[in-house]
């Protein structure tokens, strides 16, 4: 068994209009730059893909990823948890516009929906939000005399996820605190794209050491010394 | 009329951490109270982005962006410090497993609900962790200036603003007092010295329970 693909090209292959794509990554730990570039240099090659669902904690941040995807036209509607950073422009602007849809979910409960979208549980009940304005709407329910609120798995068509090691069979490390999301999105979408700074046979990750297991695993493409999203905003880059 | 600095409140909220307490600071203003650890006492810091156990910020230049706090701001680790994925993090938040977790704020009501998230429907929502956070830590305190800066009552009867969270702030530590929050009711521990209660309830929205026992709100110079 080998999921390495040769080049970035071969590893978004598949991803389409209208699709709903998990981004891993919080802030700039963890984004998956080179990944969210080579969609964003295809739908200006060809035009596709755009119409997309994003699902990732922010909602882009400066001119590069997801707020290049933004920016590109590409994206439709965000579910987030925050869609503010420190250059929050790509998104306020269509989003002040009405060009882009915003779903907002509480970080924790975002976590969650996401990890049951892997395990194949439909719904679950949490505390989060239960009397606010962000539980309108749902159902709710009384358990040892204190109030849930009922929420719904998130699944995805693709995800692109950033990892620091892997092996050929998509057994995956990360790296610090660059983990965040991505375990819980590389089960629960459909086709699982992982860029790793470094590619190993099998056997070389320490079986304790994995992190995701490599069935949850779709590809795997070799990106040495990757950018991080947050150095780049602190130069001020745009991806155009 | 004199009041407590910013630094001065979060230096009071840091006096009731135990040591060992595994604690959740809010982003921005709490994030404070982590300079003002009593000696001999070491809390354990959790960040909703994965990391148990993480230290202050490096110096300018050795920033690692992939080691970060809620806000976004670069951190470094201490000895035994672990990481661990999203759903883990909030585990940790919802599963009653932190000790404290203390947030900033726009409103809190005498019932204990809180507004800290949204001032409205103009602009852009933002959540990230809030709502999460007030459910499960054993204590949710709030650091918070005691009027907002046209000089309204930011300690009310009901909230104004969308909630947070319902009933779930258990004490306010204000730029004048300390009030814990018992049976819908809010309850006066500590006050500035110079300050009296009828002041003090006069910049307040609801009304303060006076007990025998109200001590003096003091905090050294800083």
Redesign the interface.
Known sequence: MDKTVPDLAAAIAGIDDGMTLMIGG?????APIELIHALIDRFKATGRPGNLTLINNNAGNGRIGIAAMIDAGMVSKMVC??????D?RA??EK??AGEIA?E?????????R??AGGAGIPAFY?????????AAGKPTAEFEGRMYVEERWLKADAALLKAERADTMGNLT???????????MAAAARLTIVQASEVVAPGEIDPEQV?TPGIFVTRVVVVPAPQ????LIRVGAAYQ | MSKLSNAQIAWRAAQDIEDGAYVNLGIGFPEMVAKFQPPGRQAIFHTENGILNFGESPAEGEEDWDLINAGKKAVTLRPGAAFFHHADSFAMVRGGHLDVAILGTYEVAENGDLANWSTGPKGVPAVGGAMDLVHGAKRVAVITDHVTKDGRPKLVKRCSLPLTGVGCVTRVYSSLAVIDIEAGRFVLREKLAGMSIDELQAVTGAELLVTANVGDLVTPEL
């Open positions: 919080f802030g700039g730990a963890g948890s925050f869609p503010r950073s420190s929050p998104f306020t989003y002040l915003l907002l979910v509480p970080q924790g409960t975002l976590a969650e996401i990890r949490t505390p989060t939000s239960f009397g606010t304005d962000l990360y790296r610090k605190a660059a983990r965040n999301f991505s375990p819980l992190i991080q999203e947050e150095a």
